[in-house]
């Protein structure tokens, strides 16, 4: 009687999942006087709850029963469960079976994303989701255009919370997946089943492609119960979509909101040098080398999704397997040809690079570097304004070519339109670089 007053006093005080993990297990096998002896599954066990929450309760038996002395002993012959029925692994005392989870990608993990300016706050806020880090808060939206990396993200995370803390309750899958699995408890009769899976067995939500559940009224309303729930709890949620919270249509305005009641981040194509690290990372892993001329020839070619890069990398190692010769530029060349529909962008950024630098005599370098030199920041300028004229180049790209943001790049641009309107002499010297570029 004692032993169960201070639990439910302690499950008054600790985390559902703290509490049923660490406290409920506990068995009361002895009481002399003043003296408290609680039993453990096993020495592990045991030893965990002496370090981290023994105090708390011999504080709460004090408080209760005037209990000053708490022992902890291992409990005889106490048989463990299995996760997986004959041979699985041994739960902990406490946890059920691990959930579910759509299969996971090996290398879809947080060493192997590559960080650039477009990605860096998403990637960022799932670390800390990951960890349990709350400087982004619990909440988070992710939307971005197909292959940029979502899924990527997402499954980093189930990947991190799996082999750094594998007793966490955690649910991933996508909205059909939800929507499905919803109706089918409908037609059971057991949607109270449903929901508790989510509301009372999880401490970290994942939910792909949101975007997917337009029109679904119910879906909408018992997703938005559960995020309430969670959110409010302290549970950890991430969402994806393809479009951003304000484009979602057919979406009620109560479930947007609940989306969005965290942190909202979109993911944008990579810049050129965070293509270009791409490509290099994955020419090495497919054992393709990485010449640089080869890699910047891709990264400026390919960019409008990471999978577009990957598929032009298997296509270039398939053809070099089959004609027993390293990639070179021709092959490249007739990969990427067919991947675009026979276009290429003849006019790069680095070509453009190199004109000015050979025009104005001042090396890649120089254009690089923080100098604000007017023989240097002149050219710099120019070559931004025409980059922005001769390729469908972002600003954010355009900035990385010379080791700018894309706010640098804005002002060079109208910088040089408002001179080249009142000085003939840049407006003759930027058309005069126009008519070699377009040679």
């Given at each position: 009687m004692m032993w169960n007053a201070i639990k439910k006093s302690l499950h008054s005080t600790l985390p559902e999942s703290e509490y049923g993990?660490?406290?409920?297990?506990?068995?009361?096998?002895?009481?002399?006087?003043?003296?408290l002896e609680l039993a453990g599954p096993d020495r592990f066990f045991c030893a965990w709850v002496e370090d981290r929450y023994l105090e708390l309760i011999r504080r709460a038996a004090s408080e209760i029963g005037g209990i000053d002395e708490i022992r902890l002993a291992v409990a005889e012959n106490q048989a463990r469960?299995?996760?997986?029925?004959?041979?699985?692994?041994?739960?902990?005392?406490?946890t059920t079976p691990p959930p579910r989870l759509r299969s996971l990608h090996p290398a879809f993990t947080f060493e192997q994303f590559m960080v650039g300016e477009s990605n860096l706050l998403a990637r960022s806020a799932c670390k800390a989701l990951a960890t349990g880090d709350s400087t982004f808060g619990n909440c988070l939206f992710m939307n971005s255009s197909t292959g940029l990396g979502k899924s990527?993200?997402?499954?980093?995370?189930?990947?991190?919370v799996l082999s750094t803390a594998p007793s966490t309750r955690l649910q991933y899958l996508t909205a059909q997946q939800f929507s499905a699995e919803m109706v089918k408890n409908i037609r059971t009769h057991s949607m109270e089943q449903f929901s508790k899976r989510f509301i009372n067995n999880c401490d970290i939500l994942l939910v792909e492609d949101v975007h997917t559940l337009t029109g679904k009224t119910k879906t909408q309303e018992e997703l938005n119960t559960i995020l309430d729930y969670l959110i409010k709890s302290g549970s950890r949620v991430i969402l994806t979509s393809a479009l951003a919270p304000a484009k979602l249509a057919g979406i009620?305005?109560?479930?947007?909101?609940?989306?969005?009641?965290?942190?909202?981040?979109?993911?944008?194509?990579?810049?050129?040098?965070?293509?270009a690290r791409i490509i290099r990372h994955k020419m090495q892993s497919h054992g393709?080398?990485?010449?640089?001329?080869?890699?910047?020839?891709?990264?400026?070619?390919?960019?409008?999704?990471?999978r577009r890069m990957e598929s032009a990398i298997i296509g270039i190692k398939a053809k070099s397997c089959l004609r027993g010769t390293p990639p070179d530029m021709a092959m490249v060349r007739e990969v990427i040809l067919g991947l675009t529909g026979g276009t290429l962008e003849e006019i790069t950024g680095e070509a453009i690079r190199d004109l000015i630098g050979n025009q104005f005599r001042v090396s890649v370098e120089e254009l690089r570097s923080r100098s604000r030199k007017r023989s240097i920041a002149f050219p710099r300028q120019v070559a931004?304004?025409?980059?922005?004229?001769?390729?469908?180049?972002?600003?954010?790209?355009?900035?990385?070519?010379?080791?700018?943001?894309?706010?640098?790049?804005?002002?060079a641009i109208k910088t040089i339109t408002r001179d080249m309107s009142q000085q003939d002499a840049v407006r003759l010297q930027v058309e005069m670089l126009c008519t070699k570029l377009k040679r």
């Open positions: 993990l660490w406290i409920k297990p506990l068995e009361c096998r002895l009481q002399e006087g003043q003296m469960p299995f996760a997986g029925g004959k041979g699985g692994q041994l739960l902990l005392p406490g990527h993200l997402t499954q980093a995370v189930v990947h991190q009620d305005d109560d479930f947007r909101s609940r989306m969005t009641s965290g942190l909202v981040t979109g993911i944008e194509s990579p810049d050129y040098e965070t293509r393709l080398g990485a010449d640089e001329d080869l890699v910047g020839f891709m990264a400026e070619n390919l960019h409008t999704d990471i931004m304004y025409l980059t922005r004229k001769f390729t469908n180049r972002s600003l954010a790209d355009i900035g990385s070519i010379y080791n700018r943001d894309h706010s640098t790049v804005l002002h």
